[in-house]
């Protein structure tokens, strides 16, 4: 059984490559030709195998045999190298005919390792068995050198390259055409994108300018509506003043009549004190001068002090009647004085309710105008917006349409540079596999 890789076939064509066979062969001796034949690469075959010296080298208990050799390979089929490609085809040269010995000279290692023996060659001389691989393995359009087919081959296209070579010029004459075209139409759109650019401005200003002015007039219209329900509603609301007026003087009126009268009460009572307080004077003074006239000194005295008491009392009792009279007055003064500000709260309560259901009558009236001048002014300002989504739109589609053009014209120039340089890649090739093949020829 052979163990290699794919690789080792290149390996074998140099000095000194080494080969590793496994032989179940007993322990007669390794079969060295079988195992050397397993160790060539496809498509070659081994033609003779002989050994020139063998010497044992190991024991009994490990047997080993050192082997020089001398065998001849060839291939089973012509072996070929791809040197080029012309017309879309492969051109083929022989670098190993089918049946060519080659000699190849070596050293085998055995050694019987369990049931098998292992053999390793080691190689000293051999020719490159991966200088070439079988037709079958190229193209199925394929010539091979020397032959008529290559040198119709060779001679065609050969006789092309002139035409190929006036084909390349006026590609490139169209390529300057189409790069000169391609700055033309550029200039050309980015003109047209700049006009469409400035109009779009300018009706971007104007819109803005327009929208500017229909909210400055939706502003006046709305306040010049409120300044005339405003005066509306002050000129109804007057009517209530009016009457708040008129019966907070009737009352004010009537409370200063009242205030008034306790007053003059009171001045009357002040002045009954007063002359009540003289005549109690009076009465003591006289009693005391009639007393001067019977009492004497002591009894004066005494006389004295009782009629003192009494005209303290009698003055006493004067004031606290004056006091109790002044009270009632005074609650009378602070009664008469709630129910003004009673009145007087349900006066402003009155005319702030009619204020306010005039005031809500008002705002009722309000929003049906201002409605409808707010909804003219978002129906005219939905227009202009219309008409700005329109321009750009409009722009954009320009843009689009522009860069589309720009791109078909930039892949038209682009495809027609890749044609030339893989026609200037092939015809240079062609030029130079042709120039290298009658080199060669010669």
Request: proline content about 2%; hydrophobic content about 35%; some cysteine.
């Amino acid at each position: 059984m052979i163990r290699a890789t794919p690789s080792s076939w290149q390996r074998l064509g140099l000095l000194a490559s080494m080969a590793v066979v496994l032989a179940a062969c007993g322990n007669s001796g390794p079969d060295l030709k079988a195992h050397y034949q397993e160790t060539l690469p496809p498509n070659w075959t081994l033609e003779s195998f002989s050994v020139e010296a063998k010497e044992e080298v190991g024991t009994k208990v490990a047997p080993e045999v050192h082997s020089r050799f001398k065998a001849e390979v060839a291939p089973t089929t012509d072996l070929v190298q791809k040197v080029g490609t012309l017309a879309d085809t492969d051109v083929l040269k022989v670098t190993v005919k089918k049946g060519e010995d080659n000699k190849v000279f070596g050293i085998a290692r055995s050694r019987y390792i369990g049931e098998e023996w292992k053999t390793r060659f080691e190689l000293s001389e051999a020719p490159n068995f991966g200088a070439g691989k079988p037709a079958s393995e190229f193209a199925a359009k394929q010539v091979v050198v020397g032959s008529s087919a290559y040198r119709n081959l060779l001679k065609s296209t050969k006789d092309s390259l002139e035409d190929r070579d006036k084909k390349l010029e006026e590609k490139n004459k169209n390529l300057m055409a189409a790069i000169a075209s391609f700055n033309t139409l550029r200039q050309d759109l980015q003109t047209k994108a700049n006009e469409s650019s400035q109009a779009l401005n300018q009706t971007r200003q104007q819109i803005q300018q327009q929208r500017y002015a229909l909210q400055q007039q939706e502003q006046r219209e709305t306040q010049a509506l409120r300044q005339t329900q405003l005066a509306e509603q002050q000129k109804r609301t007057s009517v209530f003043k009016q009457t708040l007026d008129q019966n907070v003087a009737e009352l004010d009126k009537n409370y200063r009549l009242d205030g008034a009268k306790f007053q003059a009460e009171r001045i009357k009572l002040n002045e009954a004190r007063t002359a009540s307080r003289n005549k109690l004077r009076a009465d003591y003074d006289r009693d005391i001068a009639a007393a001067r006239k019977t009492q004497d000194r002591a009894g004066m005295t005494l006389y004295l002090a009782q009629a003192q008491e009494k005209l303290r009392a009698d003055n006493a009792a004067v004031d606290a009647k004056y006091n109790e009279e002044v009270a009632q007055i005074r609650a009378k003064e602070t009664e008469l004085s709630n129910q003004r500000r009673a009145r007087l709260e349900e006066f402003n309560t009155a005319y702030r309710q009619q204020v306010e259901e005039v005031r809500l009558a008002t705002v009722s009236d309000q929003q049906g105008p201002q409605g409808e001048i707010k909804q003219q002014t978002q129906s005219q300002t939905a227009k202009l917006d219309e008409e700005m989504k329109a321009a750009t739109d409009a722009h954009q589609a320009l843009m689009r349409q522009n860069n589309n053009q720009i791109n078909a014209k930039q892949s038209e120039i682009r495809e027609l540079q890749n044609q030339i340089y893989q026609e200037v890649n092939t015809l240079r090739r062609d030029a130079q596999l042709i120039d290298q093949l009658e080199k060669q020829a010669n």
